[in-house]
């Protein structure tokens, strides 16, 4: 199925995904992402998942050959087992991802009341089991009447649900009116199966972590000067970055003396920069 796509007038373009990217379906995923991100020139690009039912460790390399590419991108509407996949493999640390809104059906609910901002209902107990039924990571809780809240706390937590946090909130000064504020969190675990093809463990991580090559070839194209991988080793330590072993031994122990000049040391934190290292 052809992904949808919309580019507004202040060049952000959004690309739609939809069903399952998976290892039979990510070839064709990507071919069509890359295929529309070269054919715009965007200030962000935004990844709607709002009909993405799943994505595997294919799909997962998908996003970050993306993301190797375009710095300012973002996912909205993830659900909240997508999200929950994104979490698992670090993904939320690379960039924005952000879960879908949910709602629920509160026709049936008493109004208690009427202003200027909207009514006041009262949950009942089918909204209580339509809430939980949403299985959602965390509930906001607020309330103006301390015993419904105690109440409705008890229901959501017989439902797998346990109070976290608690505040009270002076909404209404001089009256005996206080908010109570409330933060529920689901108590189940949640298992995610994974479908994950051993050679592209290396790409689910946290962090991108390009390779000496990878940065070399930055530093060439986009400064035009050769860095060796003892410079870029030499640049790490100085950035507080993990090296390796053979690069922490001092002149005298076999490796030369530094040859990190100050043009080098500034293209080499620019490939730094673009990969996310700092």
Known sequence: MPLRANFSENQILTIFLEGAIDSATAPEAEKQIMEIYRAHTAKEVVLDAEKLRY???SGLRVLLKLRKLEQNMKLINASAEVYDIFEMTGFVDLFPICQAYRSINLQDCEVLGAGG??????????TIEALANMQPRRIVYVSCDPATLARDVALLKERGYAPKNARAADLF???AHVESIVCLSKLADTHIELEVDPEELDTITAKVSPTYPEIKAYVLEHHGMKVSSLAIAQAKK???????????????HG????????EKEAAIRDAFQYYGLI
């Open 238 to 252: 100085k950035c507080g970055l993990e090296v390796g072993e053979c690069y922490n031994l001092p002149s005298g």
């Open 55 to 57: 994505i595997s460790s």
């Open 173 to 175: 000064p001089r009256c």
């Open 255 to 262: 490796r030369p003396p530094t040859n990190l000049t100050p």
């Open 117 to 126: 901002h909207g009514k006041v209902l009262r949950l009942n107990a089918d």
